[in-house]
């Protein structure tokens, strides 16, 4: 089985602060995904990505960056922390474009 | 401007019964459609797929309809159990496209 591993559960970073999320997959994935989910608004793509250095930009990419230096490894980065961006994140990973996305277990991020 | 809409923030079921959770698009490029399961504290979880090729895909207690010409698809559980109490999201694909579409999510509670 895929196993998407996301660094932290919880963080609580202070306004201002550069924040990195790291998400890890096992099982050489082209493609992986960044995605914050809140209440009532279900997943909204950050940024993607299809291949090692390329990114793509998601529908609400403004606030953060990404890297993918590896294959296995996408970090999402948000250059400066404003309280909202206090959400859950979610990675996730696929073999394919739209098929079989197999997801981390998110990151509570809460900025104060 | 939701292109996949899933109207009903929560659904209470009666263990044993049918749960019906409903999904609506706009976008008729979509050809395939997914649902995903939530737990708590957990990355969503791939539930069932169905391509705009069939109008019914059935694994076990779920099964899916797609109902091409209203742009509308549900997920039926029968019979509903507590663990299935969760958060279930609906995704749509337009082909090649690498981005999944997703709806809000509908909380759905199975009261014992």
């Known amino acids: 089985d895929v196993k998407v591993t996301q660094s932290s559960r919880y963080l609580v970073k202070r306004t201002g602060e550069k924040v990195f999320l790291e998400c890890v997959q096992d099982?050489?994935?082209?493609?992986m995904f960044w995605y914050r989910q809140d209440p009532g608004l279900g997943l909204r793509l950050i940024y993607f990505?299809?291949?090692?250095?390329?990114?793509e930009k998601g529908d609400i990419p403004e606030g953060y960056s990404v890297s993918r230096e590896k294959k296995e490894r996408f970090s999402l980065i948000l250059e400066s922390a404003s309280t909202n961006q206090t959400s859950m994140y979610l990675c996730?990973?696929?073999?394919?474009?739209?098929?079989?996305?197999?997801f981390g277990s998110g990151t509570r991020l809460t900025v104060v | 401007d939701q292109q996949v809409k899933q109207n009903s923030p929560s659904l209470s079921v009666q263990e044993g019964r049918i749960s019906i959770l409903n999904c609506d698009y706009t976008?008729?490029?979509?050809?395939?459609f997914l649902w995903y399961k939530k737990y708590p504290a957990e990355g969503p979880t791939f539930l069932i797929s169905?391509?705009?090729i069939k109008d019914k895909n059935e694994d076990g207690r779920f099964t899916v309809f797609l109902n091409k010409s209203a742009k509308h698809l549900s997920l039926h559980i029968v019979p509903s159990q507590p663990g299935d109490s969760a958060v279930y999201f609906c995704?749509?694909?337009?082909?090649?496209?690498?981005?999944?579409?997703w709806g809000a999510g509908t909380k759905l509670i199975i009261k014992p």
């Open positions: 996730a990973s696929s073999l394919t474009a739209f098929y079989g996305y197999t």
């Open positions: 099982m050489d994935h082209e493609n």
């Open positions: 990505s299809y291949d090692v250095k390329m990114k």
């Open positions: 976008n008729s490029m979509f050809d395939y």
């Open positions: 169905i391509s705009s």
């Open positions: 995704a749509a694909s337009a082909g090649s496209n690498y981005q999944l579409i």
